[in-house]
């Protein structure tokens, strides 16, 4: 899947919620962002070995650097699963497929203000100073939901395109 960008402005809340399908361990899924090594902050949502991992930067001034939520269920096996993130009421939260949802509990919730890349970002490996590879695989469902200014994103009105992948892809039949 090519990486698209969007601008979505985060001051309160983030809901994302998708249905991948994937034979691949490894893909950048989600980039909200500037470069990770400026130590500004980021959110991200990976695969890394098969499992879900959703990782966020904080500007430094607030006291806490980095948080990881890493997912214990491989989605790696050709299989479609729910993978949903929150960030609300000062919780971050990861629930993938009927796992417990892991989550953590903030003293601030920060947004970065920058675009969201989704399956992938250009010059990825230097913007998220970890992850080399793009998603690859069939995202069926993507749902993306703030409040604040930002309110519902429109996929279809930013270009996003949407194709039937299921004669294009072994991944998506």
Known sequence: MPAKQFNISLTDSLELELVLTTVTPTGLLYWQGNYAWKETPFLSLALVKGKPELSWNFAEDFGIDFIKLESRRRVDDGQPTNISISLRN???????????????????????SSPVYIGGAP????????????????????????????????????SLKIMDASTKNEECK
């Open 90 to 112: 000062g919780r971050i939260m990861l629930v993938v497929g009927d796992e417990m949802p892991i989550e953590k509990f903030l003293q601030y919730t920060v947004f970065p």
């Open 123 to 158: 010059n990825m490996e230097k913007l998220t100073n970890r992850h080399k590879e793009g998603f690859k695989g069939c995202i069926s469902v993507l749902h993306v939901s703030t409040t604040g200014k930002g309110g519902m994103v429109d996929f279809a009105k930013d």
